[in-house]
T-cell receptor, first 114, second 114 residues
């Protein structure tokens, strides 16, 4: 098993659809993150969960709804998205013994909103 | 507030030439500093990190970076570029007492020509 696994890798959805992105980490970490990566823009931190509790919501629109049922799993529920939400969504995890701040990323979910 | 500036959104070098990617940071407290690499259609992978030990940090794939407090810089270098080094490189900073937040630069795309 790789450290951080994201599914699906690619997703195409209409503006009225509801879909979810899934992230799973096998590293024993305490914290999990969602980042948005759009073309020609810096990486945007969306949400942070620490021990299943949300500790950061970076002014993300409510059409993005995160869920963290345990320290190993993180979801991003999507509904009534806009075309500008098309991007690569990256999940990351961190924490554990000797933690010094680095994040471990999944390979991302490429979302296209039509 | 922390911030990271990467000078040059695109850098082109010939195979075998020196690679130099520039990163300057701003932090009110001693920082942790990181370089990540992202290959096409993949997530970010940690290249190296500075956490307060030696100021010259060696990473994977022959890359290294030097922390220079007086210049608030953490430039990434590799003596001899290889075609496989073509990717996007991100510098990032976090605070020692707030390691949950990793702030990324806007990235530098490295092209390597034969």
């Amino acid at each position: 098993e790789t450290g951080v696994t994201q599914t699906p890798r690619h997703l195409v959805m209409g503006m009225t659809n509801k879909k979810s992105l899934k992230c799973e980490q096998h590293l024993g970490h305490n914290a999990m993150y969602w980042y948005k990566q759009s073309a020609k823009k810096p990486l945007e931190l969306m949400f942070v969960y620490n021990f299943k509790e949300q500790t950061e919501n970076n002014s993300v629109p409510s059409r993005f709804s995160p869920e963290c049922p345990n320290s190993s799993h993180l979801f991003l529920h999507l509904h009534t998205l806009q075309p500008e939400d098309s991007a690569l969504y990256l999940c990351a995890s961190s924490g554990g013994q000797g933690y010094t701040g680095e994040l471990f990323f999944g390979e991302g979910s490429r979302l296209t909103v039509l | 507030a922390q911030s990271v500036t990467q000078l040059g959104s695109h850098v082109s070098v010939s195979e075998g030439a020196l690679v130099l990617l520039r990163c300057n940071y701003s932090s009110s407290v001693p920082p942790y500093l990181f370089w990540y690499v992202q290959y096409p259609n993949q997530g970010l992978q940690l290249l190296l990190k500075y956490t307060s030990a030696a100021t010259l940090v060696k990473g994977i794939n022959g890359f290294e970076a030097e922390f220079k407090k007086s210049e608030t810089s953490f430039h990434l270098t590799k003596p001899s570029a290889h075609m496989s080094d073509a990717a996007e490189y991100f510098c990032a900073v976090s605070e020692r007492d707030n390691t949950d937040k990793l702030i990324f630069g806007t990235g530098t795309r490295l092209q390597v020509f034969p």
